[in-house]
T-cell receptor, first 115, second 113 residues
Framework: GAVVSQHPSWVICKSGTSVKIECRSL??????MFWYRQFPKQSLMLMATSNEGSKATYEQGVEKDKFLINHASLTLSTLTVTSAHPEDSSFYICSATSGTAYEQYFGPGTRLTVT | AQSVTQLGSHVSVSEGALVLLRCNYS??????LFWYVQYPNQGLQLLLK??????LVKGINGFEAEFKKSETSFHLTKPSAHMSDAAEYFC???????????FGAGTRLFVKA
């Protein structure tokens, strides 16, 4: 149980285009989902926290207009990187938690490369 | 404020040797503590967690960790390293009053044959 999927697992896009990444909780309802960014050989950096049906809470320094997060249902959150640039290339990981459980269940990650 | 410090960005052990990965935390309230493992180009997999029950926590793949409040530590150990243990390991702390999790910088474990 507690499986989280991400789609796509990798994507290459041209500079200036937008890319959407999906995060789904497959066998539980995720009241809260998190989006992380990970640079090579570095730790996870929390980008934003989203609760179903409400606006995401972004961490300091994360551009909310560039990284659009939508948590439309209890099983789906999306991250859209708008007007992508090469510096947005990174590994994006989502996680989800339910109810009062403090354990996060992580997706397999999405490798974004912007050319 | 919470923080997590992992001592040693790289640890190298021989196959069959003891694995010890160090983690110290800072938290003003009782924390929940986690160890995760990450293989290249993959997400994080939970190894074990401390949630204020037993201080010695056993996890998957033979790993265990001991919560020591007096030392504010949560070190990860495994009696005998296996080649498949080579990966990146992250210690993390979650505030019991919320869901935000703080991750350590990570420790890369190398296992020599």
């Amino acid at each position: 149980g507690a499986v989280v999927s991400q789609h796509p697992s990798w994507v290459i896009c041209k500079s200036g285009t937008s890319v959407k990444i999906e995060c789904r909780s497959l066998d539980f309802q995720a009241t809260t989902m998190f989006w992380y960014r990970q640079f090579p050989k570095q730790s996870l950096m929390l980008m934003a926290t989203s609760n179903e049906g409400s606006k995401a809470t972004y961490e300091q320094g994360v551009e909310k207009d560039k990284f659009l997060i939508n948590h439309a249902s209890l099983t789906l959150s999306t991250l859209t990187v708008t007007s992508a640039h090469p510096e947005d290339s990174s590994f994006y990981i989502c996680s989800a938690t339910s109810g009062t459980a403090y354990e996060q269940y992580f997706g397999p990650g999405t490798r974004l490369t912007v050319t | 404020a919470q923080s997590v410090t992992q001592l040693g960005s790289h640890v190298s052990v021989s196959e069959g040797a003891l694995v010890l990965l160090r983690c110290n935390y800072s938290s003003s309230v009782p924390p929940y503590l986690f160890w995760y493992v990450q293989y290249p180009n993959q997400g994080l997999q939970l190894l074990l967690k401390y949630t204020s029950a037993a201080t010695l926590v056993k996890g998957i793949n033979g790993f265990e960790a001991e919560f020591k409040k007096s030392e504010t530590s949560f070190h990860l150990t495994k009696p005998s390293a296996h080649m498949s243990d080579a990966a990146e390991y992250f210690c993390a702390v979650t505030h019991t009053g919320g869901f935000k999790t703080i991750f350590g910088a990570g420790t890369r474990l190398f296992v020599k044959a």
